[in-house]
């Protein structure tokens, strides 16, 4: 062994000394790449001369090796050279593995062919871009957008500058933005099924109401009768009400509940509610209810059928969730302080309460507690998010508060205090046509009446009250009936016609009829969104009622068109 | 191993990384190599034909004379495990 062959002993020596030097290349590249040179010394034919790196080359190598993006240098046969930390950071691979690697071993092989365009055309034109996905160490799948330059190194040398951008972040917001379109378009599809379905649901109940509103002033009935016909109008009206709050929802979620505000005594809008919800079960010694209002002036500026919806609700729920022997207490008070002062209504329960974990969902639509009190109480839940959109249109607000399950119920309506318009330009000629007291006791003027309406059913009843009411009522049934009737009557004073009709609308009969014979219209439709209403005004109709019609709201409609017209 | 370690530190006038190198290499000697070394600073700035000596390329550069064989340590010496490995020092 140790009478070496000479041969074999200086190979070694030389495969030492090539070791060594190839060590010594392989440091000094790494120390400049790592910074930690910043001088070099170059051979010159006049002897060694000394190269400080200055400081706007540290700046720049530093720029590259800390930037976002990936950098990576070629060699004519894709062999990476050098690539920089941010690539290393994108593929997950560090710097020594990624050395002399092919840089299309991280493409994934769909893409092989258009990564090889690109490299072509980088080489052939200076320069290209495009997209692909590479394969990181840990698998996942990394979009990136590369962009290739050549670059000459001098004496025939070229390289490829790759400058490689992860997509990652930018293409994750890109399916966000998509799938955000599409839950809005589901949005509008929605609302736009819900207005729909809601004028499917109330036009059946027009004529139930109008019939049995009308029956149950009938003094010729028995007393039993009465009550049953009282139990039908309660729970017709109880399901338009869970139509009114679809409808509401949908306008809601669009941001269009509009408020016909006026000077408002909140003490009656609260009593009203308590006298509607709570009468009967105080009454029937079921539950406490305890009325609790402060002295002080409860004058608001605000939209009082919207508020008794509030108070209606707060106060239905309380009830509901009320066991027997319990206590709904209702207080209002003044709170100071704050500009401007705020008027609070509280309602108290001592029912089964609301447990910690659901109480911030109580106010989206759809939420009812758990799924066990859904079951036990029915209803779809939408009141609160209702009762709080209202409140929060107000400009005030509605909070919930529980100890937890068992432990009753708090809900707080606030609004600001003020008996003066806090903008005077809210729908000013609106309000003026809101349901009136104001000419209720006034004598009831005869009055002509084309009625346009193809439901034979609703037809048939309104005419009857309207009758009943000392009006004459011509029956049609279409566009061209109502045309043809309009054309032979002596003298028509109104018309009042439903939407929809067989063949056509009620807005181009009304364009019609105001054109040929001067007339002023009422709109019946199921539809009550704003620029529904809109719609009919611009058509030439003087009022727009919603089913189901309320023979109250019809009568005041129809007598200030008669006095209009005098 | 009482042999006195013969340390030559290139460096390029006060550069940076001049500076740090001899900075991190005194550290290091009198943590590892206390009483028992000698470091000898050439500055090529001012003596650039000394660099064909060791064959300097990068600066700064530490080599180590003795103990033989020669070596070599290129950069700043931040990094201490790598002297440790450059020095073939024991610990």
């Known amino acids: 062994m140790s009478t070496a062959d000479p041969i074999t002993e200086n190979l070694t020596a030389e495969v030492k000394i090539l070791r060594s030097r190839l060590w010594e290349a392989e440091e000094t590249l790494r120390a400049i790449r790592e910074g930690e040179v910043d001088a070099l010394v170059i051979n010159e034919r006049r002897g060694e001369k000394v190269y400080t790196l200055k400081g706007a080359d540290r700046t720049y190598r530093l720029m590259i090796e800390e930037m976002q993006q990936g950098t990576v240098s070629l060699t004519a046969d894709g062999r990476i050279l050098y690539g920089n930390t941010g690539f290393s950071r994108i593929v997950k691979l560090p710097l020594d593995r990624l050395t002399h690697s092919l840089l299309q071993q991280l493409v994934i092989p769909e893409h092989h062919a258009l990564f090889e365009s690109f490299l072509r055309r980088g080489w052939t034109e200076g320069r290209s871009q495009g997209e692909v996905i590479l394969v990181a160490a840990d698998g996942t799948r990394i979009p990136v957008s590369l962009s290739f330059k050549t670059l000459s190194l001098g004496e025939g040398v070229s390289t490829l500058q790759v400058v490689v951008t992860d997509l990652t972040e930018q293409k994750r917001i890109e399916e966000l933005l998509v799938s955000e379109d599409l839950a809005r378009a589901a949005n509008i599809a929605k609302d736009q099924f819900l207005a729909t379905l809601s004028h499917e649901l109330r036009t059946p109940l027009t004529p139930v109401m109008a019939v049995v509103s009308e029956l149950e002033r009938d003094p010729r009935l028995p007393a039993d009768i009465q009550e049953s016909l009282a139990m039908v109008r309660r729970n017709v009206e109880l399901e338009a009400r869970l139509i009114d709050d679809l409808l509401d929802l949908t306008r809601i979620s669009r941001g269009k509940l509009e408020l016909e505000r006026g000077t408002t005594d909140l003490r009656e809008v609260i009593r009203h509610a308590v006298r509607t919800c709570c009468t009967q079960e105080t009454a029937a010694g079921r539950l406490h209810v305890v009325e609790e209002l402060a002295a002080a002036d409860h004058t608001v500026w605000a939209d009082a059928p919207r508020l008794s919806q509030v108070f209606w609700n707060l106060l239905t729920n309380a009830v509901k969730f009320t066991p027997d022997g319990g206590t709904v207490r209702i207080r209002s008070w003044m709170e100071t302080g704050s500009e401007p002062d705020t008027l609070a209504v509280q309602v108290a329960d001592t029912g089964i309460g609301i447990s910690p974990d659901v109480l911030p969902q109580i106010f989206s639509a759809f939420d009812q507690g758990e799924r066990g009190t859904a079951r036990r109480f029915g209803g779809l839940g939408l009141g609160l998010t209702i009762s709080r959109a209202i409140m929060e249109r107000h400009g005030g607000s509605l909070t919930a508060a529980s100890e937890g399950s068992g432990q009753g119920a708090v809900f707080t309506a606030r609004i600001p205090f003020s008996a003066e318009p806090v903008r005077l330009a809210e729908t000013a000629a609106d309000s003026a046509a809101a349901p009136g007291e104001e000419d209720a006791g006034e004598p009831e003027r005869s009055l002509h009446i084309l009625l346009v309406e193809d439901h034979a059913d609703t037809a048939h009843a309104m005419a009857t009250l309207l009758s009943a009411f000392g009006h004459q009522v011509t029956v049609a049934a279409s566009v061209a009936e109502a045309l043809a009737a309009a054309a032979q009557a002596e003298s028509l004073d109104v018309v009042v016609s439903d939407l929809g009709l067989p063949d056509g609308t009620g807005h181009d009969l009304m364009r019609e009829l105001a054109a040929r014979h001067g007339l002023r219209g009422i709109a019946l439709s199921g539809y009550g969104m704003e620029a529904d209403i809109q719609k009919s005004h611009e058509a030439g109709f003087a009022k727009h009622l919603t089913k189901p019609i309320d023979i109250a709201v019809l009568r005041s409609a129809l007598r200030q068109i008669a006095r209009a017209e005098r | ?91």
């Open chain 2, 1 to 91: 191993m009482s042999e006195v370690w013969d340390l030559r530190l290139y460096v390029a006038g006060e550069t940076p990384k001049s500076v740090a190198a001899l900075a991190n290499l005194k550290t290091f000697c009198e943590a590892h190599l206390a009483g028992r070394y000698k470091i000898e600073v050439i500055d090529l700035v001012e003596h650039p034909g000394l660099a064909r000596i060791d064959q300097i390329l990068a600066i700064p550069t530490l080599v180590r004379r003795r103990p033989s064989p020669v070596r070599k340590i290129i950069g700043d010496l931040s990094n201490t495990e790598r002297v440790f490995k450059g020095l073939e020092l024991i610990r």
